[in-house]
């Protein structure tokens, strides 16, 4: 690995850990807690490989925002080229910004043909929400809030990141109404009817509309990333947006995470629901790491916001973030990266499956393609989540050169979101990894 990729000869040599760690303390504000005991210090990565300032090599299980991998070299000229062309923001500019505007609403479904570009996932979902708020000429959203939307004020205000604890700093706002979610995590015994929850969700914005606040929007996402990787149940969107158009408002599709072809298709999420948003957010895998997100939506929408809204990025879709989508789309394309995240997936879910018929410490493996999720439980019977174990698992997998990250209400599950690129000898060399690890 420390050979392979462009620019092999730049590996920085090996500095002192302690050192390390201290200068990146004193100097970024980190909220989210590491989860690693030790955690490692990434020098390069190329294609699902990671390398660290010591040189020792990792299988990267969970960078979900690389789908082509690390170092690819598609995007890096993509980008070099488009930066020494022009940079500018891309009011004046006819390249590949219209281009990569044209190629995205293409993938949508028909009448989804108008592009915001943005910088990141927040900021889809973000937008997405403003657009819905400006549109309907609306103040209310539901949503179902056992979900990660992003950071800023309203992708977090739909998210489960703010507490509902009235005491709390920063409280949820009063335009969130949050319904539960047909989540098996979420205190959902598994096997609880999923029927339920649709027609819950339902008489929810029923509810407001009857009190006269309709919401402008049901804003979800269309399989449960940071649960695990947990697909909604049949029927639940087509339920849920069918109650939100009655009265008015629009349909939100959150495909930051799960879009893009790590299930196997660009929106399998909404798609096997057989359902067609009105607003779909887009990022992460996008730019393969580039600084880009998207909102698709209709010509009207997009006109009914124009006229209410505002909004202007300084450096969303730039020439070279739209060049670096451009260039994730050709991959896609010529590298057969969907097909390869279903081949793959599938063939690593059977063998984990497999793992969990020989380790009972393993209660189940969720999700399809390459979003899967191993859930750790210290009782098959009761399902009691084995949250210490699952970190011990963690540390010790890094120590033989596999990244995870734990998640779930407990964090007890082992998310598994690899880049798309990955061989089956990478997924192998988890699964034999994961095995003796259990048999330890
Ligand atoms: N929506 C979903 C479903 C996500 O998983 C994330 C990121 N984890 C976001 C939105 C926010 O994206 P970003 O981190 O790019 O702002």
Known sequence: LAAAGPDAASARDASDAAELLERREASLAEVQEHYYAAPPRIERGWREHLLDVDGRAYVDMVNNVTPLGHGHVGVASAVNAQLRRLNTNSRFHYGAVVEYAERLAAL????????????????????????????????????????????????????????????????????????????????????????????????????????????????????????????????????????????????????????????????????????????????????????????????????????????????????????????????????????????????????????ATRHPLIGAVHGLGLYLGVEFVRDRGNLEPATAETAAICDRLLELGVIMQPTGDHLNVLKTKPPLCLDDESADFFVAMLDRVLTE
């Open 108 to 355: 949508a479904p028909d009448g989804l043909d108008t592009v915001f570009l943005v910088n990141s996932g927040s900021e889809a979902t973000d937008l997405a929400i403003r657009i819905a708020l400006a549109a309907t000429g609306r103040r209310d959203v539901v949503a179902i809030l056992e979900a990660y939307h992003g950071w800023t004020y309203a992708s977090d205000a739909v998210s489960t990141s703010i507490a509902d604890n009235p005491d709390a700093l920063t409280t949820r706002p009063d335009w969130v109404h949050g319904v539960d979610a047909p989540n098996p995590f979420r205190g959902v015994h598994r096997g609880a009817d999923a029927a339920r929850y649709a027609p819950e969700a339902a008489a929810r914005i029923m509810a407001l509309a009857a009190q006269g606040r309709p919401p402008a929007a049901f804003i979800a996402e269309t399989f449960f990333g940071n649960a695990g990787g947990i697909p909604l149940p049949d029927g639940y969107l087509a339920g849920v947006y069918t109650a939100v158009r009655a009265t008015g408002g629009l349909a939100i599709a959150d495909e930051v995470q799960a879009g893009f072809g790590r299930l196997g298709h660009w929106f399998w999420g909404f798609e096997q629901q057989h359902v067609v948003p009105d607003i779909i957010a887009v990022a992460k895998a996008a730019g393969n790491g580039y600084p880009l997100g998207a909102v698709i939506t209709t010509r009207e929408i997009a006109a009914a916001f124009r006229s209410q809204g505002y909004f202007f990025s300084s450096t969303g879709g730039s020439p070279a973030s739209s060049a670096a989508g451009l260039a994730v789309l050709d991959a896609f394309r010529d590298e057969r990266l969907q097909e390869n995240a279903l081949r793959v997936g599938t063939r690593l879910k059977s063998r984990l499956e497999e793992l």
